[in-house]
């Protein structure tokens, strides 16, 4: 396989995705709608091209990091009307299975192959290539990728069929709602009960309570400073309402994951949009009274 590839989304995490390929010796094409992106991009060595369907016209793998599902639809749309040769476009935005499947129907009729790859990971792993990428879909587009794939993350697994690492996603990310909600409920009891934040970070991390998510946000929580964001509250809210609506699908009851909801809603409220999601310990920390 040519080391060429396309990453069409060049935010937090696609932008990261698009540099460590680039370092890794791949020539790397990309895309945004924002032109800030494009220009940072563009420093960084990316070759910006004027849409999607630029990007494809030359890159026979395409890395797809969305923020909406309109923004997917389009670009499938977009890629189908290119009337281009074969491309594997590798899907790592977290949507809705339902969104997903209608984009690669779109590009599976215009005889492109869409892969089901969210990542598990943050802005700041992204940055490290310290992601897992759920590949679900085509298995032999997905065993030729793995080189692409170890240039952007630390392990790659193939799920099965289409929609299967979407669903890992969910799983996953329904337990980094749970982690950050503990992690800043510790770190708040701590701090009102006189201990001093920034060890008990180094104590917990140390110790049984810990968790990858805490290692990742409670620094940020000692600081009361969230941040960069690796994961904008904004964005996070996307993720959160398509967790709750698969799980009511499914009928499985989530009350840990429920408690979370109103919390972040507050998280919001406060203006803490642009903010990492470690800032839910700052509505917490309010309802302490120590905010």
Not at 12 to 38: F, S
Not at 61 to 84: D, F, G, M, N
Not at 96 to 118: F, I, N, S, V, Y
Not at 269 to 280: M, N, P
Request: net charge neutral; with cysteine; aromatic share 6%.
């Amino acid at each position: 396989m040519d080391q060429i590839v396309g990453v069409i989304g060049l935010g937090i995490m696609g932008g990261a995705m698009a540099r460590n390929l680039k370092q890794g010796g791949w020539r790397v094409l990309g895309y945004d709608t924002d032109p800030e992106r494009r220009q940072a991009l563009a420093e960084a060595g990316i070759e910006i091209c004027f849409d999607a369907a630029s990007v494809a016209a030359i890159a026979p793998v395409l890395i797809t990091s969305l923020p909406k599902p309109a923004a997917l639809h389009a670009t499938a749309e977009a890629l189908a009307a290119a009337k281009l040769p074969k491309r594997i476009i590798v899907e790592a935005s977290t949507f809705t299975l339902a969104d997903k499947q209608a984009a690669e129907a779109t590009l599976r009729a215009a005889g492109h192959t869409l892969l089901d790859c969210p990542l598990s990971g943050t802005g700041a792993q992204a940055e490290k290539k310290d992601l897992v990428i759920y590949a679900s879909g085509d298995a032999q587009a997905i065993a030729a990728l793995n080189p692409l794939f170890l240039g952007f993350g630390r392990a790659a697994y193939d799920l099965g069929a289409f929609g299967n690492g979407t669903k890992m996603k969910f799983v996953a990310n329904l337990l980094v709602a749970i982690h950050n909600a503990a992690s800043a409920e510790a770190m708040v009891l701590a701090e009102k009960a006189g201990l001093d934040p920034v060890q008990v970070v180094e104590l917990v991390r140390s110790g049984a309570a810990n968790s990858r998510v805490f290692e990742l946000r409670a620094g940020m929580m000692a600081k009361r400073d969230y941040l960069p964001p690796t994961m904008r509250n904004s964005t996070w809210s996307k993720d959160l309402d398509v967790i709750g609506e698969f799980a009511r699908d499914l009928q499985v009851p989530v009350p840990l994951f429920s408690a979370v909801l109103p919390l972040h809603a507050a998280v919001l409220a406060g203006g803490h949009g642009g903010e990492d999601t470690a800032a839910i310990h700052a509505v917490l920390a309010k309802m302490a009274g120590i905010g």
